[in-house]
């Protein structure tokens, strides 16, 4: 457990900034000031500010609700969905196995990042557009792990007690099958939370995500783009609060590895 | 020692690779320049000027030239032709220059004038409703033109880039066509124009430059890396936060003010909209002046009506409703917008004063003003929600935004008639506010019969006082156009036009 502490400890303080973002920023993120544009930091702006002279802190901690949460709701839902289907899949069998794994089959065989941009483009962009062209294809993972989890799983002879006891098939999904093959799903749901929220921020960074002026890390970013010769601090703070962020949750991811994988104990 | 000395040997050598060879001396005769103005988006890839835009690439590429051209005063003088004479008012004779020759030799005469606008109006889409010709007679030098109506601004039409004079029996094979200009093109591509120079060029002053490569670079930021690096000789084009990084020893720049506005339409199908003072006090909540000089780095001017005040109908003859943000709130309270949920935006009958704003991104000043005017707006408790999308035309045909920002050169023929048809009159093409004012109506057709340009200048000052005084749309800046180029380069100025650019004049020093 030791070995997890520091990255949760860090996790958890991201997480937590961007819960209560709103008390945290020292200006109002959105608050145009056109006479500090393009500040650089100073003891009033630490950040400096953008092109607006809004205060660029101000927008990385309230871009950290939009980044990270929205990041976080869309693995939620990504990895619950997937991973049900996987289990449905693995555990029934038949036609509807055949049918969802060869739709599976369809998405993965489009490299993630450019299918996303083009499902984003056709839905028109925002935010909430660029979460679902995101989905679109990012359940197929985790319906694959838990679905050769649960063929393992099928055949384990409480599976077959179960069975005999008369439990309902709905019922040894849920009592018995999903809860032994979290652990995995959590593990690789821990290390993709750094590969999403670089993508939706690399969805934003090309406009078709977040819109304005909602402060979005990759949106920030693109909109820095042309001053990081002329005021590079514009570009530097968000880029600097992704990589951090992803890298945080990446090192929590393996650690998590680490500790839930059996292989390792 | 020996690992440390093989690191630095490596690093050495990359660093070496990375660098840019300038060992070579630099090529005189070769012209570089990087646009971000040409292009499919654009309308204009190609060059042939009886397609859509693509007259724009003609002129401004120096491979055609039109009858009459504009001065820096955007009025007009003679270029391939002589001289003209208003025989009525449907009739005009215009002499054609006696030594002026295709860029194949072949001479330009009244009948290679004939067939080339014979064939511009049956072929381009604007032209045939500019002009409104009925016949073309040749004879010599002279080409007279007949008019079904009364056209008082034919020869600015003729001016427009669509009128490049070329010639028609040469074909159009590969998007090249035989003009006038100092260049000729050898090869025209989406993305990119080989010119050479034009040994047959009639010109008093003759192409100093063998060889010119255009190429379309959208992306501000390669235009500039490119530039800083040396392998474009000027652009075009340049994000404003980057003309800084050129304002020393090794670089020039040449700006002017241009017709091009940044406009925002209300639309009136907005029940909201349809209130002059809510109109009002949204054009008066926008801080035009800090929008000019912060966002748009001082690369502009401030507007008040559609035409800079440069032309005699343009900003210094007309006025609209100042920047005035208590002015603003005090209108909406006089019709019944006020906050009285205390949520920091007005409402009526339990709704909020919230608008659509629709908008483009393919022109960087747009979304800077979309969010300067998102902010400018919440000072007075209105709402406004920004669809900055490169999928515009899909929300204007259906219906879906109450504002309608864009970027238009509002006069590129010296002459405001053709911003009036297209933009404003009830019915036009490009009037995204449905606006519909009888008044407007009557003096677009009073302008449509007056001759004289200082009798139409009066008229366009009283139309554009209208569409202020109606607060129909509001305009933000007019733009600066700035060329960048290489401290060698001479020649090279930006025109208020925004279509002439390369001349015989463009040398390498």
Redesign the interface.
């Known amino acids: 457990m030791n070995k997890i502490f520091p990255q949760l400890i860090s996790a958890g303080a991201i997480i937590f900034i961007a819960i209560f973002a709103q008390y945290l920023t020292p200006f109002d993120p959105y608050e145009q000031n056109l006479a500090r544009a393009l500040t650089p930091p100073d003891s009033i702006n630490l950040l400096g500010t953008d092109r607006y002279g809004r205060d660029i802190l101000s927008r990385v901690i309230i871009g950290s609700q939009t980044t990270i949460l929205s990041a976080l709701a869309l693995l939620a839902v990504i990895s619950i969905f997937g991973s049900l289907i996987g289990a449905v899949c693995g555990f029934k069998g038949g036609k509807l196995d055949t049918f969802l794994m060869r739709l599976s089959d369809v998405f993965l065989a489009f490299p993630q990042m450019v299918f996303a941009i083009a499902a984003a483009g056709a839905l028109g962009g925002g935010l909430f557009n660029a979460a679902l062209a995101l989905a679109l294809i990012g359940w197929t993972k985790y319906a694959r792990i838990s679905r050769s989890l649960t063929l393992t799983i099928r055949k384990m002879p409480y599976i077959d007690a179960a069975k005999l006891a008369g439990t309902s098939s709905f019922g040894i999904l849920i009592n018995h099958v999903l809860p032994n093959i979290a652990g995995p799903i959590l593990v690789t749901a821990a290390l993709d939370i750094g590969t999403i929220i670089m993508e939706l921020a690399g969805l934003s960074f090309l406009g078709l995500g977040a819109m304005p002026p909602t402060a979005e890390w990759g949106a920030m970013m693109n909109n820095g783009r042309s001053m990081l010769q002329t005021a590079s601090w514009v570009i530097l703070a968000p880029g600097f609060a992704i990589f951090l962020t992803v890298a945080i949750f990446n090192l929590l991811g393996d650690a998590l590895r680490d500790v839930l994988d059996v292989k390792n104990r | 020692m020996k690992k440390f000395l093989a690191a630095m040997t490596s690093v050495g050598i990359l660093i070496s690779g990375c660098g840019s060879d300038n060992s070579t001396a630099e090529d005189k005769t070769t012209f570089t320049y990087g646009t971000v103005a040409y292009g499919v988006a654009m309308e204009n890839a190609g060059t042939n000027p009886h397609e859509s835009y693509s007259g724009w690439s003609t002129i401004r590429y120096g491979i055609g030239e039109t009858l009459f051209k504009f001065n820096e005063h955007m009025e007009l003088e003679p270029w391939i032709a002589e001289s003209f004479a208003q025989i009525d008012d449907y009739t005009v004779k215009i002499k054609v220059k006696d030594n002026v020759t295709f860029s194949n030799g072949k001479k330009v005469d009244g009948e290679a004038v004939k067939k080339c606008l014979e064939h511009l109006i049956v072929n381009h889409d604007r032209a045939p409703h500019d002009l409104k010709i009925s016949g073309i007679a040749a004879d010599g030098q002279i080409v007279t033109i007949t008019s079904t109506e009364k056209v008082p601004a034919l020869l600015n039409y003729l001016s427009d880039p669509y009128g490049c004079i070329i010639d028609v029996d040469a074909g159009f094979e590969d998007k090249i066509v035989v003009g006038t200009g100092p260049y000729r093109a050898v090869k025209v591509t989406d993305t990119q124009i080989d010119l050479v120079r034009n040994e047959n060029y009639w010109g008093a002053v003759k192409p100093k430059l063998e060889k010119i490569i255009v190429r379309s670079i959208t992306d ?2 390669t235009l ?1 890396m490119a530039m800083q690096n040396g392998e474009l000789d000027a652009v075009q084009g340049l ?1 404003y ?2 003309l ?2 050129f304002d020393n020893d090794k670089f020039k720049i040449s700006q002017v003010d241009t017709s091009r506005v940044y406009q925002a339409a209300f639309n009136f199908d907005t029940p909201e909209l349809q209130d002059l003072n809510v109109r009002r006090a949204i054009s008066m909540a926008i ?1 035009k002046e ?1 929008f000019t ?3 748009l780095d001082g690369n502009g001017t401030a507007a008040v009506g559609p035409f800079p005040a440069n032309l005699s109908f343009g900003d210094n003859a007309v006025h609209a409703a100042p920047y005035d943000l208590d002015g603003a709130k005090n209108l909406l309270t006089e019709s019944g917008w006020i906050d009285t949920d205390g949520d920091g935006y007005v409402d009526k009958d339990g709704k909020n004063l919230e608008l659509r704003y629709l908008t483009y ?1 393919s022109r ?1 000043e747009l ?2 003003l ?3 005017a ?2 400018n707006l919440k000072k007075i408790g209105v709402k406004l929600n ?4 490169d ?1 515009y035309k899909t929300f204007l045909r259906d219906g879906d935004y109450d504002i309608f920002s864009k970027a238009i050169v509002t006069a590129p023929t010296g002459d405001a008639e053709y911003y009036f048809t297209s933009h404003i009159v009830s019915g036009a093409v490009d009037n995204a506010g449905h606006y519909n004012s009888a008044e407007i109506s009557r003096l677009e057709n009073e302008l449509h019969n007056t001759f004289g340009a200082a009798n139409r200048s009066a008229l366009a000052i009283q139309m554009s006082q209208q569409i202020l005084d109606d607060c129909a749309l509001f305009y933000a800046s007019h733009l600066k156009m700035s060329f960048v180029m290489k401290n060698n380069v001479a020649g090279f100025y930006a025109h208020p036009s925004d279509y002439y650019e390369i001349t015989a004049e463009l040398e390498k020093k």
């Open positions: 501000g930021d500039t994000p936060s980057s800084k990084l801080d800090n000089k912060v966002l991104t960087q979304p800077l979309a969010e300067a998102q902010a920004v669809n900055a999308t999928n």
